[in-house]
């Protein structure tokens, strides 16, 4: 586990939120990995922070486009919005909310990379992002599957100034995403038909015990678990649709 109070370094992974029906997404996140949403509190722009032990774990808020189905959204840090909002347009990626200030949290943009991904931008104010990673329902990981494996590599390294460490083979195309010297995410080609996303992994105590819990909560298996050299992993979806995956980091292959 990990504990965080300051804001993230600039490129590196560090809030991710769901837009979505926020009264259903509290029953099932909080259901699931045991989230606290106190929605007595006054929300600002209609958002809300679930926490994990009293630290910040993920956001909840109401679906801003309804022609597009609920998702998660993978936010990377910056010092400067402003900034990182024109390196995007210069990379070939478009942004689709330009930088704003949300009252004294901070200052956002949202963007899409040049394979279609969708990804925020947050330039920390008195919010600094996830407080807590690595525990049980909490983020641990946030992984790029792409369409354009080596055009999406080029897009973040432009961009963040991301390096990678190749680990494809014959089957896969998969490479860790290095800034700074520590391994912060990855990046992966998308399987069969599936679009560019960002995909934001929760560590989970026993992935199996989670994806029945999924099931119950009316979620289903988008992939089933699977050992891996990182951890017991399964790709599911919620309720309505929003797509995520677990982890059990200490089941590793």
């Known amino acids: 586990m990990v504990t965080r109070e300051t804001s993230w370094p600039a ?6 939120d769901l837009g979505a029906d926020v009264d259903k997404s509290t029953a099932f996140y909080s259901g699931l990995f045991g989230w606290e949403v106190d929605k ?4 600002v722009l209609g958002y809300w922070t679930a926490t994990l032990g009293g630290r910040n774990a993920a956001g909840l808020g109401a679906q801003q486009d309804m022609a597009q189905p609920p998702q998660w959204t993978t936010y990377l840090a910056t010092d400067d919005a402003d900034a990182t909002a024109a390196k995007i347009f210069e990379a070939g990626g478009h942004v689709v909310v330009a930088p704003m200030d949300v009252e004294e949290q901070g200052r956002i943009a949202i963007a899409v990379d040049t394979a279609g991904a969708m990804f925020g931008i947050w330039q920390a104010g008195a919010h600094t992002g996830l407080q807590v990673t690595g525990e049980s329902g ?3 990981w946030s992984e790029n599957t792409t ?3 080596d055009g ?3 897009f973040y390294a432009d961009v963040f100034g991301y390096s990678y460490a190749d680990l494809s083979d014959n089957d896969s195309q998969y490479a860790t995403i290095s800034l700074g010297g520590d391994t912060i995410g990855g990046i ?3 399987y069969g038909d599936a679009p560019s996303a960002w995909l934001t992994y929760f560590a989970v105590s ?3 015990a989670a994806v029945a819990k ?4 009316g979620g289903w298996v988008v992939m089933p678990p699977t050992d891996s050299p990182n951890g017991r992993a399964a790709v599911v979806s919620d309720d309505q649709g929003a797509v995520f995956a677990v982890i059990d980091a200490s089941t590793k292959a």
């Open 214 to 217: 999924v099931a119950e909560l």
């Open 206 to 208: 026993d992935t199996d």
């Open 11 to 16: 490129g590196t992974p560090c809030w991710a």
């Open 188 to 190: 992966g080609g998308a």
């Open 138 to 140: 909490s983020v641990t």
């Open 40 to 43: 007595l509190e006054t929300a």
């Open 147 to 149: 369409r354009d494996f």
């Open 152 to 154: 999406t590599r080029k």
